[in-house]
């Protein structure tokens, strides 16, 4: 205990990862996602919002998707009040939102028709990239979930949520995920010492810019701090982010979800 461990229960991490061995996809579609909830505990908080963006290959933003959660009112007086504080999502929207099995449900299919119109990175050596028609790929792109702070928090709260409400979960052994943290941690002489989202994409927007803690608002801000790193790195955001891709391990996470739910 005093050592402590991924199986123990005071240092458990319920979305528990392998690397990613794959080689360097061909097709790859890059999504950033983000959650609102009723506080940081992934064991006992509820999620009230979700929100994702797309990332287009000419470095632009693409498709959003987002909604927010039902959570039962008692969640949200015992639980959500300091978090109100922040996202600002008033309890009179949450209670009449879909539930998480409808907006996970809505969500997957977002994912889906991203998926089924792939827009295929350009593999032209032109310098006059701005001509260049997109085309619809033919091939299945592998699908990147992106989220700051993700493994220890996102990814979890929605393994969590998943698990809560008895949906399969076979979905995230197909995905690959990329936590952006560790992007900017290892990138701290570009992007500056200060991890948290908001402090990022200061340094890179303008804090005029920034608006407060809406889930898409912070998918936007975080779709620009990445496309940021990857020109300051001199490679594309696809690869940057592929280069920091991990698999979960779903029979050993659903352990250890189980064991701490």
Not at 192 to 203: D, E, F, I, S, V
Request: charged share 20%.
């Amino acid at each position: 205990m005093r050592r402590g461990s991924d199986f123990c229960l005071f240092h458990a991490r319920p979305f528990m990862t392998n690397p990613c061995l794959d080689r360097y996809p061909s097709s790859t579609e890059i999504i950033l996602l983000d959650l609102e909830t009723t506080g940081v505990s992934v064991t006992e908080d509820r999620i009230v919002e979700l929100a994702a963006v797309q990332m287009l290959p000419n470095h632009m933003i693409g498709h959003t998707f987002s909604t927010s959660v039902f959570v039962d009112i008692d969640i949200l007086t015992s639980r959500g009040q300091d978090a109100a504080h922040v996202h600002g999502i008033e309890q009179e929207e949450i209670t009449i939102s879909p539930t998480f099995p409808v907006a996970w449900r809505s969500f997957l299919q977002f994912i889906e028709s991203l998926s089924n119109y792939h827009i295929q990175e350009s593999t032209s050596d032109s310098e006059d990239e701005s001509r260049e028609v997109p085309m619809i790929s033919d091939e299945y792109p592998g699908i990147v979930i992106g989220a700051h702070n993700g493994i220890k928090f996102d990814f979890a709260m929605l393994l969590f949520e998943c698990y809560r409400h008895n949906l399969d979960m076979s979905v995230f052994e197909h995905w690959v995920f990329v936590d952006t943290i560790h992007i900017t941690a290892a990138a701290k002489d570009i992007i500056g010492p200060c991890l948290k989202l908001q402090c990022l994409a200061g340094n890179v927007c303008g804090v005029d810019e920034l608006r407060a803690h809406r889930a898409r608002d912070d998918c936007v801000a975080l779709c620009r701090v990445v496309m940021y790193m990857a020109f300051k790195l001199g490679i594309s955001f696809r690869r940057l982010m592929v280069a920091f891709a991990v698999r979960v391990d779903v029979p050993t996470s659903l352990k250890q979800v189980s064991a701490m739910a």
